[in-house]
């Protein structure tokens, strides 16, 4: 089984600033990957990055990068030069070879941008 | 961009009643996906779909729950008979292949709301 955990409810950041999101997963699965989504306040659910397991660099798409650990089993998401519409909810998932298709999805950070 | 697209974007029914919520997956994708977000919680997996058949179900999808590739292009899930806790948002995704290192690509969702 495949477990996320994303322990910020909540985060502010001043706009321009950047922020971190944490992830932590758990499986014991060899091949998975880790995916971040941003979920707006209309509610779409908006791929961000994706990191494979295997994959030696951090994966980067923009001004998102993931801070991939794979010792401490943690890939947290990095947002630089925070703007106005990065105010969303973040979630953390992963998807592993022992689980067929299916994404399993964390609680979720709700970020705030201030101006 | 190609993008995944759900129909409608909001139902309101009666508690008992049959609902079909619509989905068109990416054109080039061969697996498909619904999963459902109840308000303020998170995101989980329904069942995923590959090859006209079910590949693998959570446990919420009960017998309640059905799903359909009725043409080369819609994808469908159908709650025969609604209960009060089906009340969520449902998000249709698809992916060009299987397994984790595959991301998937969600719609703009469904906002079912169960009277």
């Known amino acids: 089984a495949q477990k996320i955990t994303q322990t910020q409810p909540g985060m502010f950041v001043q706009e321009k600033e950047a922020v971190t999101l944490d992830c932590t997963y758990d499986?014991?699965?060899?091949?998975?990957?880790l995916f971040w989504y941003k979920q707006p306040s209309s509610g779409e659910m908006i791929f961000l990055i994706y990191?494979?397991?295997?994959?030696?660099q951090n994966a980067t798409e923009g001004r998102y990068s993931l801070n991939f650990q794979k010792a401490r089993k943690s890939a947290n998401l990095v947002i630089s030069a925070s703007q106005l519409g990065d105010s969303a909810m973040y979630f953390c998932?992963?998807?592993?070879?022992?689980?067929?298709?299916?994404?399993?999805f964390g609680t979720g950070t709700k970020l705030q941008v201030i101006p | 961009e190609p993008e995944v697209t759900q129909t409608p974007s909001h139902q309101v029914t009666q508690m008992g009643q049959e609902v079909i919520l619509r989905c068109v997956p990416i054109?080039?994708?061969?697996?498909f996906y619904w999963y459902r977000q109840i308000l303020g919680q998170k995101v989980e997996f329904l069942v995923s779909?590959?090859?006209?058949?079910?590949?693998?179900k959570s446990e919420i999808f009960d017998d309640q729950f059905s799903v359909e590739r009725p043409d080369g292009s819609n994808f469908t899930l159908k709650i025969r008979s609604t209960k009060l806790e089906d009340s969520a948002m449902y998000f249709c995704?698809?992916?060009?292949?299987?397994?984790?290192?595959?991301?998937?690509?969600f719609g703009p969702g469904t906002r079912l709301t169960v009277l």
């Open positions: 990191q494979g397991s295997y994959d030696q």
């Open positions: 998932a992963m998807s592993a070879s022992g689980g067929y298709q299916k994404v399993t």
């Open positions: 995704a698809s992916s060009e292949g299987a397994g984790w290192a595959n991301e998937q690509f």
């Open positions: 054109s080039n994708h061969l697996y």
């Open positions: 779909f590959y090859n006209n058949e079910i590949s693998e």
């Open positions: 499986t014991s699965d060899p091949s998975y990957g």
